[in-house]
């Protein structure tokens, strides 16, 4: 798409991306739009392609016709009108330092159930209490530090999951064989839990894809 829009327009395409703008595009508006006071989380500008617009920032009326162009910084409250005719214009997003906040996000919904054809993972991540709890066992392995059921019970917050939701889940996991209760040597009362290897691993190479997509994201 940014390739077509420098051919077709390259003067505009080349002003909006020296000033730093992340995400340019097209976009036509149709007649007698009136957007209604609005702000965005980041810097947008246009540069008018055909038609009029007229931009209000609260202070001031800007009357904005063909070739004109406008940046608005990001979190500053304004209204966009046109006429009879509508309006096209080139549209850039200057994200900054928001594109960070935009790729957690994003890789924090695709790691849920967008995309994913993992049951294993549908399941883990189906409430935050799995998702603590799994992940929970999964550090162990790294940093040896294992946990025993009071340790998982004081771990999870209460307003996630009541005790006997927590206990519940681990149950659970070990009917489903995710899971493998521990009984130490030391001690016979005492139990700890750690994922079965096949479990650890699969979680593992879920873990390398939200990497690498998180990377991607970031560039």
């Known amino acids: 798409m940014n390739k077509n829009l420098l051919d077709v327009y390259p003067n505009e395409y080349q002003k909006i991306k020296k ?6 595009e097209i976009r036509k508006l149709d007649s007698n739009v009136n957007t209604g006071f609005h702000f965005h989380p980041f810097t947008a500008s246009m540069i008018i392609i055909e038609g009029q617009v007229i931009l209000d920032n609260s202070t001031e ?14 979190n500053i409250y304004h ?38 054809n993992s049951k294993l993972i549908s399941y ?8 603590i ?23 999870i917050p209460k ?9 519940n889940l681990i149950k659970d996991g070990i009917k489903r064989g995710f899971i493998h ?17 096949q479990i650890f691993y699969e979680i593992e190479s879920w873990l390398k894809v939200r990497k690498s997509n998180l990377l991607n994201i970031l560039k």
């Open 19 to 24: 000033l730093g703008y992340d995400f340019i």
């Open 61 to 74: 009326e800007v009357i904005l016709n063909k070739g004109d162009f406008i940046s608005v910084n990001k």
């Open 79 to 116: 209204n966009e009108k046109t006429g009879l005719k509508g309006a096209v214009l080139l549209y850039g997003k200057k994200i900054n330092e928001n594109k960070y906040n935009l790729a957690i996000v994003e890789d924090s919904l695709n790691s849920l159930y967008l995309g994913s």
């Open 124 to 131: 883990i991540t189906k409430s935050p209490v799995g998702y």
């Open 133 to 155: 709890l799994y992940l929970s066992l999964y550090k162990q392995h790294y940093s040896e530090i294992w946990m025993n059921q009071e340790n998982i019970l004081n771990l």
């Open 159 to 167: 307003s996630y999951g009541s005790r006997s939701t927590i206990l």
């Open 181 to 197: 209760k521990i009984v130490t040597t030391l001690d016979k009362r005492a139990v700890q839990y750690e994922l079965d290897s």
